[in-house]
């Protein structure tokens, strides 16, 4: 089994920068593909950001050019470095792994307000 914990949120003023950080209890390898997505107040959750084991990324229109996700395999961490935040990119962000029928983590909430 893996566990994910989130870390990283906190509320920030437009413009400003966070780094999330979702750690695993086991190993990451088998996590071939592993992702952020994030959920806001009566919307669906939404896919944000994905990266392979080879390090292919994949990224939603809306933070393409301002986030970038990276994963460290031997610290079982993924990364989700959010540049020029903006009020609508207010949510609770998850950590996703797809190993089996897939994990996720309990969320990190990031409130992007003045």
């Known amino acids: 089994q893996v566990q994910l914990v989130e870390s990283g949120g906190g509320l920030v003023q437009p413009g400003r920068s966070l780094r999330l950080s979702c750690a695993a209890s086991?190993?990451?390898?088998?996590?071939?593909?592993m992702g952020w997505y994030r959920q806001a107040p009566g919307k669906e959750r939404e896919l944000v950001a994905t990266?392979?084991?080879?390090?292919?990324?994949n990224y939603a229109d809306s933070v393409k050019g301002r986030w970038t996700i990276s994963r460290d395999n031997a610290k079982r961490t993924v990364y989700l470095q959010m540049n020029s935040l903006k009020p609508e990119d207010t949510a609770v962000y998850y950590c996703?792994?797809?190993?089996?029928?897939?994990?996720w983590g309990r969320g990190t909430q990031v409130t992007v307000s003045s």
């Open positions: 996703y792994c797809n190993r089996g029928g897939g994990y």
């Open positions: 086991g190993s990451i390898v088998g996590c071939s593909v």
């Open positions: 990266i392979t084991g080879g390090g292919s990324t």
